[in-house]
């Protein structure tokens, strides 16, 4: 049932369900309150606060229409942008109304200094991390400065690194909200950060804590290089401690109000180089971990802050890098350049791009090794082209390393002066596992045991996993992990970045360049997959998208509807040339690699696939032992006669689950309103699941499913494994957690 419209709701008043209303940040805040963890007290602006505001002010269209020609990829365009959607947000007057309720629940609260957070209603969630996207604000004192910090809050969910991450992870900018958290501020004397996992190899057994003097933002930011200690579960025995120096520290000055009272204030020189919590803090905050990893059954990633006696926990989310611990591997063997911490594991060798500041990140193309003094979520573009990662301060838990384990890139932190040492272009090696960097390109000796360690590292699966990918960038360093191929390859990432109607292009005379354009994205990823299978989803641009193109106001009309309206199969039968210049790309990277397979989108009658057929056979693609057609189920058609649609001769499907489940329940996915209503365990949609999955096994042809649903809900990927499915396609982030999900419920059918 939706729940009503409620502005504020206080922590004890929700829980980790309540994601879509407080989103992740304040969702956990409500839980650990409830279960007694010392959380400080709070009140959170729920999402509805933010739909309403932009409903209200009728702004969203204005918004839309800024957003919907850009290419998150174009560093330059996204600033702008972004600054344009920014401004739209703050300058529109917030309903008097919300504003009223904000300034009493901080008067209930006490008044006083409060931190006034953002929490997004797709953060903290373990398929959708790199949290820290949004604006955080803190010393905010008045009802006044309260208010206008919630709206700056709602205008951060439109930061250049928010619209890009959502881009890059399939979020609609309007299907994800933000709530904002009002929480009394802690005058942190020692703060960090506190894994009940070890980040880096994944132990279970032990756990990790990150402390420095003064406020936590030091540390996440990677400003400061903080003690480290390692304590075993097993008896709560400590069994490190590594102690780093601090010579400054950021503090809470005496005045509040706008935010920016917090100052970098020397350590005095007789804490500089003591140890930040003593033995029994450790252990007290050790117990504090277990406690909330209990609670919620999974490993998590805590930031608290110590006051006086009493230690605060202000944030908890599931740790989102855990892979299988494989036996250490060995070392390799030459002289070490710089030292540093190990912040995520791997060997990678390349050019260093040394970049001094975020407005720089465009230097850093595929295959360098970013260098920076630290980095911050606007490094997230360049840092997904990087394959390694190296930073002068920071510890496993600065955005650097978190970021780095996330892409699965080797990342050491703490390399004091690597700025300084290493010169542009300069050829390294970085093993992020032992936080060493080489000079040139070297390599561990491959021994017999270590070749079996690797062999270890993948959970083995009957059901395949298959990765969704849109991004040539990417194509290599995805190809390298545990995926058994691409299980949904999106045209639209490549189109956009062509930037041009392929009609238009036509009418020109360069139906060759698009031709050219496309054949080297679909060739960047069947090389780094082969022979792994790449199924490739041809275009399915709406025209809306089409129309955002350049030329495309030319050649699309203007729907009422378009997710609904001239797309996917519709286009191929009508716009017979626009189709072909796309087969004529696949052709060609087939010439090579035979891995690439073809995908045909919303598929709604069963004479349009037999058209499209017709049409890819006369061009020469027909199926074959080595070419493989699948078409989506994202209409409910499909899912009626999905027998009739297999007798006209495909070899697989795959089912779009967000498209399905809109269709299936008449619920717009971009609807704010109807948000909770859409959901794919909704009994209509798992019949419709169930029997697409069984009756493709039936007729002998594969099935699939790359819509969001198997990231977001464990259950369900259970449930179809039970129902025969072949594989699951999810995003990068998810590919371990999806093997592990798979695994067990494989294991269950055999018993």
């Not at 839309?64 to 344009?84: C, H, I, M, T």
């Not at 930073?391 to 780095?404: C, E, K």
């Not at 070297?442 to 360690?453: E, H, L, Q, Y």
């Not at 699309?556 to 790309?585: C, H, Q, W």
Request: proline share 4%; glycine share 8%; net charge neutral.
């Amino acid at each position: 049932m939706q729940k009503a419209f409620k502005a504020i709701a206080w922590f004890n008043e929700v829980t980790k369900d309540d994601v879509d209303i407080v989103g992740g940040k304040g969702a956990n805040l409500g839980e650990m309150t409830l279960a007694g963890i010392p959380v400080p007290p709070g009140f959170i602006v729920t999402a509805e606060a933010y739909y309403d505001f932009i409903r209200k002010t009728q702004i969203g269209d204005e918004v839309r229409n800024l957003l919907a020609p850009l290419d998150p990829g174009d560093s330059r365009q996204l600033q702008k942008v972004s600054a344009k959607v920014k401004k739209l947000i703050l300058s529109a007057a917030m309903p008097e109304g919300t504003a009223d309720m904000i300034r009493r629940a901080y008067g209930e609260l006490g008044r006083g200094l409060v931190a006034v957070r953002s929490s997004a209603t797709a953060e903290d969630l373990p398929e959708a991390s790199f949290a820290g996207q949004q604006s955080t604000f803190l010393n905010i004192e008045g009802g006044k400065a309260v208010v206008t910090a919630v709206q700056k809050c709602w205008a951060s969910l439109f930061e250049p690194r928010a619209i890009y991450y959502r881009a890059q992870q399939g979020f609609d900018h309007f299907k994800v909200g933000i709530a904002v958290p009002v929480q009394k501020m802690i005058a942190s004397e020692t703060s960090g950060v506190m894994f009940t996992v070890e980040p880096v190899t994944s132990d279970k057994e032990k756990i990790i804590i990150e402390a420095i003097y003064g406020l936590g933002e030091g540390l996440v930011s990677g400003e400061v290089t903080p003690d480290l200690y390692i304590v075993n579960k097993d008896g709560l025995a400590i069994i490190s401690k590594q102690i780093s120096p601090q010579e400054q520290q950021l503090v809470r000055n005496s005045v509040g109000g706008g935010g920016e009272a917090n100052n970098w204030q020397p350590v005095t020189v007789a804490l500089r180089r003591k140890q930040k919590l003593n033995d029994d803090d450790i252990i007290e905050l050790a117990k504090i971990g277990m406690q909330i990893e209990e609670h919620y059954q999974f490993p998590q990633d805590i930031e608290w802050a110590r006051e006086g006696e009493i230690i605060h926990v202000v944030q908890t989310r599931p740790v989102t890098t855990i892979k299988e611990i494989a036996e250490e591997e060995p070392e390799i063997e030459a002289p070490v350049l710089l030292q540093g911490v190990a912040a995520s594991p791997g060997v990678a060798s390349g050019p260093v791009k040394i970049i001094k500041s975020a407005s720089q990140i465009d230097r850093v193309r595929a295959g360098d090794i970013l260098v920076a003094e630290m980095t911050t979520p606007d490094f997230v573009p360049a840092m997904k082209r990087a394959v390694a990662i190296v930073t002068d301060r920071g510890g496993r838990t600065a955005h650097a390393a978190i970021v780095s384990r996330e892409l699965g890139i080797p990342c050491v932190v703490g390399a004091d002066k690597s700025t300084a040492t290493l010169t542009d272009r300069q050829i390294i090696t970085v093993d992020g596992s032992r936080g060493k960097i080489y000079s040139g390109k070297v390599a561990r000796r491959i021994t017999t045991k270590a070749m079996t360690s690797i062999l270890r590292e993948s959970i083995e699966t009957k059901t395949k996993v298959y990765v969704n990918l849109t991004q040539p960038e990417l194509a290599d360093i995805v190809a390298a992990r545990n995926v058994d191929g691409v299980g949904l390859l999106r045209a639209e990432f490549m189109v956009a970045q062509i930037g041009e109607h392929p009609s238009y292009m036509m009418k020109q005379n360069r139906g060759d360049e698009y031709v050219d354009k496309l054949y080297s994205g679909l060739y960047t990823f069947a090389k780094a997959f082969d022979p792994r299978p790449v199924v490739y989803r041809t275009t399915d641009f709406k025209t809306n998208e089409y129309r955002a193109l350049k030329g495309g106001q030319e050649f699309e009309e203007v729907e009422e509807n378009p997710m609904i309206g001239y797309r996917g199969a519709s286009r191929y039968v009508t716009d017979i040339d626009t189709f072909k210049l796309e087969l004529e790309a696949i052709k060609r990277v087939r010439k090579e690699y035979k891995n690439l397979w073809v995908m045909i989108p919303f598929v709604r009658t069963i004479d349009e696939l037999k058209r499209t057929k017709k049409i890819m056979e006369a061009e020469g693609l027909k199926r074959s032992d080595d070419f493989k057609l699948w078409i989506m189920v994202e209409v409910p058609s499909t899912v009626f006669l999905i027998d009739k649609f297999i007798e006209v001769g495909i070899d697989g499907v795959s089912i779009g689950s967000n498209d399905l489940t809109q269709l299936i329940l008449g619920v717009d996915r971009d609807s704010a309103r109807l948000a909770s209503t859409f959901d794919e365990r909704n009994e209509a949609v798992m019949i419709a699941l169930e029997k697409v999955i069984k009756v493709a096994g039936k007729m002998g042809i594969t099935s699939s499913i790359c819509g969001q649903a198997p990231s977001d809900y464990p259950d369900l990927t259970e449930k179809l494994v039970s129902w025969g499915i072949t594989s699951v396609s999810v995003n990068p982030d998810a590919i371990a957690n999806t093997r592990a999900i798979i695994a067990r419920a494989e294991a269950k059918l055999k018993t």
